[in-house]
């Protein structure tokens, strides 16, 4: 059985680091392309950054040169470093396979609350 669990939210000051984490177990993530997605109150679950299989990346725009998407392999985790936090990175977080597709859709995990507020 696959499951995803997302770790390291918190509430930050603007401008303030945070690192998310996303273990999983049941599936040998490296073999994937994975990504974190965020979704924030009354909006659509939107990706925010992807590694390949390959640990090619790629990053929304409104991200870019903020995040860094990163894997260990070794812990079957992977990781978002999020720098120079804004309020608009208010949501909660989750990773799951990119692009998102079946049988993955039923693996969404709890998510982790990322609040950016001073």
């Known amino acids: 059985q696959v499951q995803l669990v997302e770790s390291g939210g918190d509430l930050v000051q603007p401008g303030g680091s945070l690192r998310l984490s996303c273990a999983a177990s049941?599936?040998?993530?490296?073999?994937?392309?994975m990504g974190w997605y965020r979704q924030a109150p009354g909006q659509q679950r939107e990706l925010v950054a992807q590694?390949?299989?390959?640990?090619?990346?790629f990053y929304t725009d409104s991200v870019k040169a903020r995040f860094t998407i990163s894997r260990d392999n070794a812990k079957n985790t992977v990781y978002l470093q999020m720098n120079s936090l804004k309020a608009e990175d208010t949501a909660v977080y989750y990773c799951?396979?990119?692009?998102?597709?079946?049988?993955?859709?039923?693996?969404w995990g709890q998510g982790t609350q990322v609040t950016v507020a001073s």
């Open positions: 799951n396979r990119s692009p998102l597709q079946l049988p993955w859709t039923r693996y």
């Open positions: 049941g599936v040998i993530l490296r073999r994937y392309s």
């Open positions: 590694i390949g299989s390959d640990d090619n990346t």
